[in-house]
């Protein structure tokens, strides 16, 4: 038996943080960080919530890549406020420490025999590609290695997604994002847990995509790129929280954490390597992944006269949009030393095929496949 779960209510547009004048609540416990604060979007925040009748209790020590520290401290701070309702403002990282931080106070209350009733859960993203804002997913850093933690519990019950957030953002992160939302489209779609449901949000996901996030990466000024794809984030991740990814985050999970690159870079530098090792030309045994890639050069209305041919033009258009992007070819080429990354490939090797993303790949690695996808990818 299959199933799809759509629990978090989407507002969505220019303006849509006003919604936050209707909460209703006492106080707000509110998770972001110095970006957000000095943008002014956390005190508009805190003035939206005021018009509601509801005080707001600050937590902005979140940093990229949030750790086990961060978890701790923000737990310790809203057990100060007695809130009501806990509000993510901020990029993916924002996201995950807010839902770390709800998903420990649960399992400490639950291991002390207590209960925990979840506060209403709304989420903000500052930047478009985590689809964080409606998956059960937080991916958090601990001894140096990123965690990814997967339970229904954490997801939003709310996300709005007000496109005049992005319009600060750096033209490098947009790539980035950008990039982590398409791989996220790509590793639903072809996922072994891919179900009709799925495919149509990543389908739409990638077309959205290849349309739209050039013209945001070259003017983030652009109403309507902004919106196409903050919007295609967010169904790729409706799309990845039901039908989960692959390895292409796992292995991005080992090296970002590894060599402390930004996971949409990570994934951008794995992505094309992936889809070679998942489709797997040289051999007509299995063709689920080439076909389904086949499928996605069609909806980008690339030539597809055979699922060779669509698989091939579906990595070329890849390779063309990142180049367009700015995004490095390699790993070399983003600046990693060759040898301290052969000293690591083993171990982020072990690390990825223990991840929780790995299990849903259409074609299972061994070890050894993920050392050569490394190598290859570097």
């Known amino acids: 038996m299959k199933t799809f779960v759509m629990k978090p209510k989407i507002y969505f547009s220019e303006g849509s943080m006003e919604f936050l004048k209707e909460i209703k609540g006492s106080c707000a416990f509110i998770v972001s960080d110095s970006i957000m604060e000095k943008l002014g979007y956390l005190q508009k925040t805190i003035d939206y919530l ?59 209350r639950k291991a002390a025999g207590e209960e925990f009733k979840k506060p209403l859960f709304i ?48 033209q490098q992160v947009v790539a980035d994002t950008g990039i982590d939302a398409l791989v996220h489209a ?8 891919a179900t009709d449901c799925t495919d149509a949000l990543a389908e739409k996901a990638v077309q959205l995509i290849f349309q739209n996030l050039k013209t945001l990466y070259n003017d983030t000024s652009d109403v309507c790129a902004r919106e196409r794809i903050q919007n295609a984030s967010c169904i790729a991740g409706m799309a990845f929280t039901n039908a989960n990814l692959g390895i292409n985050h796992s292995l991005a999970h080992a090296l970002g954490g590894t060599f402390h690159i930004s996971h949409g870079r990570a994934n951008a530098l794995l992505l094309s390597t992936v889809i070679e090792y998942n489709a797997n030309l040289n051999d007509s045994s299995n063709r689920y992944a ?37 995004i490095p070819t390699s790993i070399r080429e983003f600046g990693i030393d060759q040898g301290k990354f052969e000293n690591e490939v083993a171990t982020m090797a072990d690390l990825a095929l223990q991840d929780r993303c790995t299990p849903t790949s259409p074609r299972q690695p061994s070890r050894e496949d993920l050392i050569a996808i490394l190598q290859k990818a570097f």
């Open 290 to 326: 080439a076909e389904k890639y086949a499928k996605l050069a069609t909806v980008l209305q690339l030539p597809a006269r055979t699922y060779r041919e669509g698989t091939v033009n579906f990595m070329q258009a890849i390779k063309d949009l990142k180049k367009s992007l700015g």
């Open 50 to 108: 005021n018009e509601s009748g509801i005080k707001s209790a600050v937590f902005t020590e979140v940093h990229p890549d949030p750790d086990v520290k961060v978890i701790a401290a923000g737990m310790k701070r809203y057990l100060e406020t007695n809130a009501d309702t806990i509000v993510a403002l901020g990029g993916g990282s924002v996201i995950d420490a807010a839902k770390g931080i709800l998903y420990s106070l649960w399992q400490f």
């Open 186 to 193: 790509i590793e639903a779609y072809v996922s072994t847990e």
């Open 123 to 170: 989420a903000i993203p500052s930047t478009s590609g985590t689809g964080s804002e409606v998956t059960n997913f937080s991916v958090i850093t601990t001894e140096g290695q990123k965690v990814c933690i997967v339970d229904e519990w954490m997801a939003p019950d709310i996300a709005i997604l007000d496109s005049t957030c992005l319009q600060h953002v750096p």
